[in-house]
């Protein structure tokens, strides 16, 4: 068993992370830019309570806010649409991606067995958008709750379907929650076919 780290050594890492970006911050500062990070594992923020840190880290500085991805959300049981109510402020963009958790049957785990994308053994997997457990009305609905007005990009990445066939039933999916009447006329906008 290996021991647990050491909280300082935990503190130390995000000192240095603000260190590094609140430079990069700054020069965002002057130039009006707005960074979007992605919460998900690998990253600095990669759950609700990383998230929290990250942001307090650097002073909670409006240059640098958050890309919503749900997929990555769904697998590690975290609530994406509590999520979105959360960190309303920090919402820069909206990533519309599916997962699908599968591991009740006593061989799969979370951290999916170093298998390949679209193995039936994986414990869980990206699926097309509107197929997994991303719980699409309650997110769209904590949005349109936020005044979110921002861009709604749809990343499909499921290695089991057919892109030309998932994709666009994946646009249409999104498309549909638009009867949820979001209030960003972006959201239109996004798929428009001119």
């Avoid at 990383?50 to 958050?66: N, S």
């Amino acid at each position: 068993m290996f021991p647990p780290v050491p909280p300082s050594m935990i503190e130390a890492g995000y000192a240095d992370f603000a260190d590094r970006w609140n430079p990069i911050l700054d020069v965002f500062d002057e130039v009006g830019v707005r960074f979007a990070h992605e919460v998900h594992p690998s990253e600095i923020a990669y759950d609700y309570h990383t998230t929290v840190r990250t942001l307090e880290a650097i002073g909670h500085r409006p240059a640098f806010g958050l890309n919503w991805d749900p997929s990555h959300m769904v697998w590690q049981d975290l609530d994406p649409a509590n999520f979105i109510l959360d960190f309303a402020d920090r919402i820069y963009h909206v990533d519309c991606k599916d997962a699908r958790v599968a591991t009740r049957d006593g061989r799969r785990g979370r951290l999916s067995s170093h298998l390949a994308w679209a193995d039936p053994r994986r414990g869980w997997d990206f699926v097309s958008t509107g197929r997994g457990d991303v719980p699409w009305e309650a997110c769209f609905r904590a949005l349109n709750h936020i005044g979110y007005d921002g861009p709604i990009s749809i990343e499909w990445e499921d290695a089991g379907m057919d892109r030309l066939h998932g994709a666009p039933e994946s646009l249409a999916y999104i498309r549909s929650l638009n009867a949820i009447t979001p209030p960003a006329a972006a959201f239109d906008a996004a798929f428009s076919s001119e």
